[in-house]
């Protein structure tokens, strides 16, 4: 059996398929194309006709290949949605949650509900684009004619099989799901003037939503495909294919952004989680990751896009070994880094309002990036094991930050912690897994870590010896 992965992230998507032979997964990239967003009527959104129709071509170089089954799975981002009306049409464009109109939305809406009852019921962290702060903001008379709102990857689904459903894992991101009632909270619909009917089923990750209507794309050569409903928010993928055997680990989701956070089997609601603005995102197998998002690679994607020499990302890093590290500290959390105009421009007028040096170089500018996403994972891992009262000895670092060797062992020295870099593929690796024990090809989440383990190359940094007590001290007095 062939299983095809539909991995779409901010700023690219792929088509990726993996199948077992002697005990190993084999993956193999297919398919590759650009994502990101464009401005429409004021707004920034993604072209969404152009990511299904890149998924029907990855499908189609599926068959291409010999294959003439399938299973498929579908994931993204979070917290960005499609209004359809009740004939299924769109009614707008898809709206990125990089658009800035729900920048004050927060303070907005804690008027009529407090930030502590919203932890309370969803366990979900403050962050200005989520969904619930999004829906706020949507046009009333556009919401009323609503018929049915699905996170992006529920909606491409629905265009592969016309079947509709709300994935557990995605859905936990928009801070409408109550944590331990595990469905929509009535209280956080009615502030939004939004109806829980205008919500497909609620559904867990791993089960079939349909078989593909090859009808709909007559100008494909699609194969026969059963799609299944994986763990569709990207992340919850990811974690799925971190190889660890421990109990006392956290993980790395690193990309355009980093997801740094451990597995539990409950949530946890206390006020120094909320306070540490920590998430309980909903997991597969109800598991529940608690995490923090940290802004990860998105800057240095951007400050790579400004830079007047073209570089590579693996140039970047050469660079960065050139230069003296922890030259500033800076805070890239703040939502000043967030869609600046100018990357290059934000970080060295931070550098300059804090009275530090300021970094001009392609060099000193990633090696500034660096160190200091080393520094706020460390800062994030002492903050995990105190909300949580257990310790962490392994740090999986999954996504395609593990294939950044500087980074990883910063991140080593800084947290004091054993990183396991790998696999680099993760989320597509875990969207394969999970169609593959929907499928009953694999058992459960333990041999499927397993067969991660033994299947690709995982690479092991240890901490060296240095100051990183007196450096994040430094951190925090300079930027907190």
């Known amino acids: 059996m062939v299983y095809a992965a539909v991995d779409i992230g901010a700023s690219s998507g792929r088509v990726m398929i993996g199948e077992i032979k002697n005990s190993k997964l084999l993956t193999k990239e297919i398919h590759r194309f650009a994502n990101g967003f464009t401005t429409h009527n004021g707004v920034c959104c993604w072209d969404i006709d152009h990511l299904l129709e890149q998924t029907i071509k990855g499908l189609e170089k599926v068959k291409s290949l010999g294959y003439e089954h399938c299973t498929v799975g579908i994931d993204t981002w979070a917290v960005d949605y499609v209004l359809l009306d009740q004939k299924g049409k769109r009614l707008r464009e898809v709206a990125s949650y990089r658009d800035k109109r729900t920048e004050r939305t927060i303070d907005k809406l804690t008027v009529a509900i407090s930030k502590e009852t919203i932890y309370q019921k969803t366990g979900i962290q403050f962050l200005p684009f989520n969904t619930i702060y999004q829906l706020y903001e949507e ?26 459903v709300t994935e557990a894992t995605n859905a936990s991101t928009m801070q409408l799901l109550h944590a331990s009632k595990r469905t929509f909270d009535k209280d956080l619909l009615d502030a939004i003037s939004v109806k829980k009917e205008q919500f497909a089923p609620l559904i867990e990750p791993g089960q079939e939503l349909g078989m593909l209507k090859n009808e709909r794309f007559p100008a494909f050569d699609l194969p026969i495909c059963k799609v299944i409903t994986v763990a569709s928010h990207d992340t919850a993928s990811a974690v ?16 355009t952004w980093s997801l740094i956070g451990v597995e539990n089997a409950t949530p946890i609601l206390t006020d120094l989680a909320m306070y540490n603005n920590y998430t309980n995102e909903w ?15 998105w800057v240095l994607q951007e400050v790579r896009k400004q830079l007047k020499e073209d570089y590579s990302f693996a140039q970047l890093v050469e660079e960065a070994q050139k230069t003296k590290p922890f030259q500033q500290f800076v805070n ?12 290059i421009k934000e970080i060295q007028d931070y550098c300059r309002e804090t009275h530090q040096k300021i970094p001009h170089t392609a060099g000193e500018l990633a090696c500034c990036i660096y160190t200091n996403l080393a520094i706020i994972y460390a800062i994030a891992i002492k903050d995990l094991e105190q909300i949580t009262g257990r310790p962490i000895q392994q740090l999986h670092i999954v996504g395609g930050g593990a294939h950044n060797d500087l980074l990883n062992q ?19 690796i875990g969207n394969l897994l999970m169609q593959m024990i929907a499928s009953k090809e694999i058992q459960d989440l333990k041999q499927a870590r397993l067969l991660v383990k033994n299947s690709f190359d995982i690479k092991a940094f240890t901490p060296q010896e240095t100051d990183r007590d007196s450096m994040i001290q430094l951190f925090k007095r300079t930027v907190l």
């Open 410 to 428: 910063l991140t080593a020295d800084m947290c004091g912690k054993t990183v396991y870099a790998g696999p680099a593929e993760a989320t597509a």
């Open 283 to 297: 997991g597969a197998f109800k598991t529940i990751r608690f995490l923090k998002n940290i802004i990860g690679m």
């Open 332 to 343: 890239f959390n703040d939502d000043r880094f967030l869609h600046p105009d100018n990357m």
């Open 240 to 255: 799925i294919a971190a190889p660890a055997e421990s109990d006392e680990w956290a993980y790395i989701s690193s990309g």
């Open 139 to 164: 046009d009333h008379a556009v919401l009323e004619k609503t018929d049915r709102i699905l996170m992006v990857p529920d909606y491409l689904g629905y265009c592969l099989t016309g079947n509709c």
